[in-house]
């Protein structure tokens, strides 16, 4: 029931950031059901995944951990779930069907397209460098509402939450009889015709966002600011993410978008390099302001005690769950060796690990089942558990690993007799005996220790 000896200390970090540690990251996706090419049987499309059984339970726990600190465990956000379509003169207003594009250059020897500012001048298909001239690209998926395709018809998919948030600004501080500083936080799919989609999950053209616009009085813009950086960069910390792979950076002046009067993204050391995992930006009162001139009304805040009028800045901390799922992946992967024999690993933490719980009777024999079933249900109303009993014991222990699993509970013929059974750590692999009795309570106490510090 033992593994033969305890883990060593891998010295796989020394992989971290490089193209094998992507491939092998890669490989597990679609081997063990976290991430497939979407209709694959029809040959895909292009940079367009499905997530499988474990990544959609994977994602969503990354989205519920995002709302759990941005939401719930907050008194000054609420939430909202704005339209995916709306009125086209929101992207109007907002300058996106005027600025939200890319520059789009054609090489004329293989006629591929590529974004200008990330070629460096030479196709990367062919090595020419015989490009177009750089022509604007808008990025907004447009469609028709209604049966007649005509311009009258117009609409688009939206290229990301916030503007939703923005023109429910009043409707939500009025019903929920809020004063600034407070935030409204949104998840939600977006989409961005984007010219050269890549790297896996990075960067697609359907994704989803965790989106938060924060209101403040605008003297207070740049203290907030610096809150939200420090807490969205911790938030990475807590969940998982190695210190060596994170770094925060200040954008330069001549980056800063239109809207922004400071941007600092936070970073992930992908196996490409770095890249933005999430952008926290200053937005001035741009949005709201562009609202209400377009719309004739007014976007602010007015405080019947003092007479104070005001348009709030808004602090935007905006993240990407499939990129944060990738990266909470990379980070967490590890190769070890356990009694002689090396093992892969997904050391994730409990509260995004697929399942929390793995229950494993030794036997498929008819005298255990019952009993393992039992166990069953006795924890999966509390944890996300799989029930597996096949193959032999010690190949169920290494799925577990690969897929994250932080417990297994194994059911053994001793079970039959002490009402006990057999729990096993990940990270670890240490295992103790524990009364079927006890056990919700016991796992519960393994789950909720700091991450890190089990054994």
């Known amino acids: 029931m033992r593994d033969m000896a305890e883990p060593t200390d891998g010295d796989f970090s020394s992989q971290k950031g490089s193209p094998e540690l992507f ?3 890669v490989n597990l996706c679609k081997r063990r059901g976290f991430v497939f ?8 499309i292009r940079s367009t995944y499905d997530y499988g059984p474990l990544g959609a339970l994977m994602l969503r726990n990354v989205k519920n951990a995002w709302w759990k600190a941005m939401v719930q465990e907050r008194d000054d956000v609420v939430p909202i779930d704005a339209a995916i379509l709306t009125n086209p003169k929101v992207w109007e207003a907002s300058g996106h069907l005027d600025t939200f594009t890319d520059p789009l250059v054609d090489c004329r020897k293989c006629k591929e397209r590529w974004r200008q500012d990330q ?3 030479v196709c990367p298909n062919c090595g020419s460098t015989d490009l177009t001239d750089a022509r604007p690209f808008n990025l907004m998926f447009k469609t028709f509402v209604g049966p007649v395709e005509e311009e009258a018809n117009v609409a688009y998919l939206r290229p990301e939450t916030a503007q939703g948030m923005f023109v ?4 939500v501080m009025q019903s929920m009889r809020l004063k600034p500083p407070f935030g409204i936080a949104q998840q939600g799919r977006s989409f961005r015709n984007e010219i050269t989609p890549g790297n896996f999950v990075f960067r697609t053209r359907e994704f989803e966002q965790m989106e938060l616009e924060f209101f403040v009085p605008p003297p207070d813009a740049g203290t907030w600011h610096t809150y939200w950086c420090n807490e ?4 990475y910390r807590r969940f998982g993410i190695h210190e060596h792979l994170l770094r925060l950076r200040h954008h330069e002046q001549e980056e800063l978008s239109h809207y922004s009067a400071g941007t600092a993204d936070v970073e992930f050391a992908f196996p490409w390099g770095w890249g933005e995992l999430e952008g926290i930006a200053n937005r001035t009162d741009y949005d709201l302001k562009a609202h209400a001139a377009a719309s004739g009304e007014r976007l602010e805040y007015f405080d019947q005690a003092s007479g104070e009028r005001y348009v709030p800045y808004v602090i935007e901390p905006a993240a990407g ?15 070890d060796e356990v009694g002689g024999e090396s093992r892969s690993v997904l050391r994730l933490h409990p509260h995004l690990s697929p399942y929390q719980v793995a229950v494993l009777p030794l036997s498929k024999k008819e005298t255990l089942t019952p009993l393992a079933r039992r166990v069953l249900g006795l924890v999966k109303s509390t944890f996300m558990c799989e029930y597996d009993d096949t193959q032999s014991i010690g190949r169920r222990y290494r799925r577990q690993d690969e897929i994250g699993t932080p417990l297994c509970v194994t059911i053994d013929f001793d079970s039959l007799d002490d ?7 990940r990270d670890t692999t240490i295992q103790r005996r524990v009364a079927i009795d006890d056990l919700v309570g016991e796992l519960s106490v393994d789950l909720a220790r700091p991450f890190g510090a089990k054994g």
């Open 23 to 25: 491939d092998k990251i």
């Open 37 to 44: 090419p979407s209709a694959e049987i029809y040959g895909g």
């Open 119 to 121: 070629i460096d001048g």
């Open 168 to 171: 429910n600004f009043v409707n």
């Open 232 to 235: 969205r960069l911790d938030w």
């Open 321 to 335: 769950a499939t990129r944060a799922m990738m990266a909470f992946l990379i980070s967490a992967y590890d190769e």
């Open 419 to 425: 009402g006990a059974v057999t729990v096993r750590d």
